[in-house]
């Protein structure tokens, strides 16, 4: 099992910024990917950034050039610098955890966080 507990977020304006945390325990040696995603009421829970165990990054579109992912294998940590905010940036943030083993993949989620940008 892998435990995901989140920080960082809050109100911000829009124009703003906002780094968010996520620190990882329990079968953490088997971690593969890391990151994050977010979701608003009523919407599906849609990919923000995510970080290989090899430092690969993906980001969605509406974050390029905006938001950064970063890891901390040290700490065990992830994640997520958010500036240049949108009031459409405002959801509830997820800390994802991605663990390969023989059986596959299994996919681990943080309480969430959330984030309003304020117009």
């Known amino acids: 099992q892998v435990r995901l507990v989140e920080s960082g977020g809050g109100l911000v304006q829009a124009g703003g910024s906002l780094r968010l945390s996520c620190a990882a325990s329990?079968?953490?040696?088997?971690?593969?990917?890391m990151g994050w995603y977010r979701q608003v009421a009523g919407e599906p829970r849609t990919l923000v950034a995510r970080?290989?165990?090899?430092?690969?990054?993906k980001y969605a579109e509406f974050v390029k050039g905006r938001f950064a992912v970063s890891r901390d294998s040290a700490k065990n940590s992830v994640y997520l610098q958010m500036n240049s905010l949108k009031p459409e940036d405002t959801a509830a943030y997820y800390c994802?955890?991605?663990?390969?083993?023989?059986?596959?993949?299994?996919?681990?989620w943080g309480q969430g966080t959330q984030v309003t940008v304020s117009s």
């Open positions: 970080i290989s165990s090899g430092g690969s990054t």
């Open positions: 329990g079968s953490i040696s088997s971690i593969n990917a």
């Open positions: 994802n955890a991605v663990r390969t083993t023989i059986a596959g993949d299994y996919d681990y």
